[in-house]
């Protein structure tokens, strides 16, 4: 079934056409034109991986706004087929746009610290479900529910030897002597280029989140590591000296990235190097011969 005849099905009768859009990765997506009404962003799967995703997605977009004050898309309609929400402009390509967001992102991070990592249900990451189940260790679970869970689906099975798997439970062993021990915050959770926007007037926005209370640095570090403009290079700066980062919060960005790696590797037949990476980052922790 179309976005169009999913959204008429939802009672959207007034939409006219849809036009898709490419960017994402997991979903089908386009804007729709209206009948007398501004236009709206819609996405959905060709099949659902559950009932609940969208919903879930929703949720993670209110959190945003509403405990970490950052400007989301306003949700018009979400349900099992179909996500439909205010339409966003492209951010502009500009170091002020991104000095911006760097207070935005260290506003988020600083106002929402936690006592426990997690988030009150599972939601979801792409197709797959990110398992959010409470911890009051950080190490422990992030070691769990972000890098270990994925050692299961079967394109990472196919991927990564038992030598690999083996190192990457040796490095969370030790996550506790590579990563500081920093507080619970609320975090986007898939902070990828492609998931900031800007609003009407240029600011900041974002989309697609997969929230959880977590380290600070997962956000960071997915910003970090997929290949910013050159005019977001303050933005690191920036929010490094808002949120008083320490000089060697670079070198840990391979290792936080991890976890987005064996997402990508889990779900994609082609994985962007994300095989390639996760060795390299397990290498350390190969058995020597």
Not at 84 to 95: D, F, G, I, T
Not at 175 to 184: E, G, H, T
Request: hydrophobic residues 45%; contains cysteine.
């Amino acid at each position: 079934m179309t976005l169009l005849e999913r959204l008429h099905r939802a009672g959207m009768r007034e939409v006219v056409t849809v036009q898709p859009v490419t960017g994402g990765l997991a979903a089908l997506a386009g804007i729709a034109t209206r009948r007398d009404a501004p236009p709206v962003f819609v996405k959905g799967f060709a099949d659902p991986p559950a009932d609940d995703v969208f919903a879930a997605e929703a949720e993670g977009l209110a959190a945003l706004r509403e405990l970490g004050g950052v400007a989301t898309p306003e949700v018009i309609l979400a349900d099992r087929d179909l996500l439909v929400l205010s339409v966003l402009r492209a951010r502009p390509r500009s170091e002020a746009f991104w000095e911006r967001f760097a207070h935005l992102l260290a506003g988020l991070h600083l106002s929402t610290t936690h006592p426990r990592f997690g988030w009150h249900h599972d939601n979801w990451l792409g197709r797959r479900r990110q398992i959010n189940t409470w911890n009051d260790d950080g190490f422990a679970f992030f070691a769990e529910h972000r890098l270990l869970r994925w050692l299961d689906q079967p394109r990472v099975e196919a991927a990564l030897d038992a030598a690999d798997r083996v190192a990457l439970e040796r490095l969370c062993d030790r996550l506790p002597d590579l990563l500081p021990d920093r507080p619970a915050c609320l975090t986007h959770g898939d902070l990828w280029a492609q998931n900031i926007l800007a609003t009407a007037d240029g600011e900041p926005a974002l989309i697609d989140p997969a929230v959880s209370y977590m380290w600070a640095e997962v956000d960071l570090a997915h910003v970090w590591s997929t290949s910013p403009p050159p005019e977001a290079r303050r933005m690191f700066e920036v929010y490094a000296e808002l949120t008083s980062l320490d000089d060697d919060w670079e070198a840990r960005m391979p290792v936080i990235q991890l976890r987005q790696h064996l997402a990508v590797l889990a779900q994609f037949d082609d994985d962007w190097g994300a095989a390639e990476q996760i060795r390299a980052v397990l290498a350390p922790f190969r058995a020597r011969p």
